[in-house]
């Protein structure tokens, strides 16, 4: 039993390229999340999904975009990254009423 | 604008000082509350949670949370720090059915 998965762990990017974090999680949670973590400012939401088919929009969702086609996968794409984009990056997953469980975590460098 | 307020940035105290970190937050309602620290490197995880009940909530590892309504705070104590506490300390808050909204943290430093 895994939990909630994230890869890569690790990422540097140069301005303008693309790529995709993956979350997967083998807890059935209808809820899955992406925040960001950077110093000083806490963890704020970028997007979230209430089930599979069903995205939403959270504090900070300018530069990435997200879809969930399966209960247990949640991608968070970055299309034409950016150096405001470096940060560490995690998914959380929680059941219909509960708290939310993180991944370990994906820190994402820009150039 | 609704938030989740922790007062405290940076806090350092010595090894079996007692701990007591503020969070307020500025929604009506009914909420859901939660604590939760990160370890050096490592990825956040539940201290405590309130949901509804004993306003007085016990946790993992010694500590404990006050939710206390007409303040609207949620403040974490241990009575008892070890230097092995040393960490970030994250409040976070669920209005309603919206999502979960965080601090922005607390560091503590236990020193020996």
């Known amino acids: 039993n895994a939990g909630v998965t994230q890869t890569p762990k690790f990422q540097v990017l140069k301005t303008g390229q693309s790529m995709t974090l993956q979350c997967a999680q083998d807890m059935n949670h209808e809820y899955m999340s992406w925040y960001r973590q950077d110093p000083g400012m806490g963890l704020r939401l970028i997007h979230y999904s209430v089930g599979a088919g069903i995205t939403d929009q959270g504090e900070v969702p300018n530069g990435y975009n997200v879809s969930r086609s399966t209960t247990e996968d949640f991608p968070l794409r970055l299309l034409s990254a950016a150096p405001s984009q470096t940060s560490v990056y995690f998914c959380?997953?929680?059941?219909?009423?509960?708290?939310?469980?993180f991944g370990e975590g994906s820190r994402l460098t820009v150039l | 604008a609704q938030s989740v307020s922790q007062h405290n940035h940076h806090v350092i105290l010595s090894e079996a000082a007692s701990l007591e970190l503020g969070c307020n937050y500025s929604?009506?309602?009914?909420?859901?509350l939660f604590w939760y620290v990160q370890y050096p490197g490592q990825h956040l995880q539940l201290l405590l949670k309130?949901?509804?009940?004993?306003?007085l909530v016990k946790g993992i590892k010694g500590f404990e949370a006050e939710f206390i309504k007409s303040k609207f705070s949620f403040n974490l104590r241990k009575p008892s720090v070890q230097w092995s506490d040393t960490a970030e300390y994250f409040c976070a808050v669920k209005p309603g059915n919206t999502p979960l909204v965080f601090g922005k943290g607390t560091r503590l430093s236990v020193i020996a």
């Open positions: 959380a997953t929680r059941r219909v009423a509960g708290e939310l469980f």
């Open positions: 929604y009506g309602g009914t909420v859901n």
């Open positions: 309130y949901f509804s009940g004993d306003p």
